[in-house]
């Protein structure tokens, strides 16, 4: 685990077949990589941003506050967009609730707690997400997620409790504390004990700038009692909503149209008139089913994400 990570997280440049084969262990007990064919370099972007996606998802260990994993998730989506796995325009907020959610789920299972649900949890951004497509990943990932199963699947083959997600803690933690610089072991103990009891320089600016803040909030609170705020928000549930409605008035209107072709088809002079009518009508009653088509499908995918369970789940 720690000879690949440290090709991808630390050097860019890693091996893409870690099959058996490829792998041994000479008689001073070094691990021996054969085959250099398959090997792959990440872009500078991609590099940088799976760094900060590899530091933000492993920074303060399983028991993190939820308060830090919520900053950690917000540098974990920098990271992402960085990489050029994100979209342009994408949802960031959705994003980051999606981080979180996984962010937890990952910690949670490294102490052995199972994963709330998905579903139930971010139902709605999840499904949002999926269909604007906004997850874009670079040809390396493929590589990438090819090893990491290769390297599991070699770990478990010998051990049955091997975890990569449990023995890439301790190597990220490491890496986080060569990219602070620290000088020595004893600086490193400081920072920790000034963490613990809040004689660091972070915290005495939190102090100083206690009084700023309040008096910020104390200013938007009197925006709000004025009327003068303006906060833009976003439904989800609400826009969904308002997509169904507007298929729903669309199918009307084409059932409307047909019935009032039909009926000049019926009450026309003319042959040549009554064909018009029918050919209409024939159009709008095509639009109608095909609507009507799109609602059902709408409400299929609704009942996907509203549901808080997964079809094979146990009852």
Request: proline residues 3%; charged residues 25%; aromatic residues 10%.
């Amino acid at each position: 685990a720690d000879a690949f990570l440290k090709q991808v997280v630390e050097t860019g440049y890693f091996h893409c077949d870690p099959h058996p084969g490829n792998l041994c262990v000479d008689d001073n007990g070094n691990l021996v990589f054969y085959d250099y064919g398959m090997m792959d370099e990440l872009k500078p972007n991609v590099s940088s941003g799976f760094r900060k996606f590899c530091t933000a998802l492993f920074a303060g260990g399983p028991m993190i506050s939820d308060t830090d994993l919520a900053k950690n998730a917000k540098k974990l989506v920098d990271g992402v967009e960085e990489a050029g796995v994100l979209a342009k325009g994408a949802d960031r907020l959705a994003v980051e609730k999606l981080a979180r959610f996984f962010m937890r789920s990952f910690k949670d299972k490294q102490l052995g707690k199972s994963g709330g649900n998905i579903k139930q949890t971010i139902g709605t951004d999840l499904q949002t997400l999926t269909e604007n497509n906004v997850f874009r990943f670079p040809s390396t990932f493929t590589f990438i997620f090819r090893s990491f199963a290769s390297i599991d699947g070699i770990g478990k083959g010998l051990d049955p409790n091997y975890d990569i997600g449990k023995l890439a803690q301790p190597f990220v933690e490491k890496f986080i504390d060569a990219q602070k610089g620290y000088k020595s072991e004893s600086e490193k103990k400081f920072n920790l004990f000034s963490k613990a009891t809040g004689l660091n320089k972070e915290d005495i600016n939190t102090a100083v700038s206690s009084p700023k803040k309040i008096a910020y909030i104390e200013e938007t609170i009197r925006s709000m009692e004025s009327g003068t705020l303006k906060i833009r928000v976003r439904s989800l549930e609400n826009e969904k909503a308002l997509e169904r409605m507007e298929l729903t008035q669309g199918r009307m209107e084409n059932i409307l149209l047909c019935s009032l072709l039909l009926n000049i088809a019926g009450i026309a002079a003319g042959p040549i008139f009554s064909s018009i009518g029918v050919l209409g009508a024939t159009v709008f009653g095509f639009k109608a089913f095909t609507t009507n088509t799109k609602i059902k499908k709408f409400d299929k995918t609704q009942a996907k994400f509203v549901q808080t369970k997964f079809v094979d789940d146990e009852e």
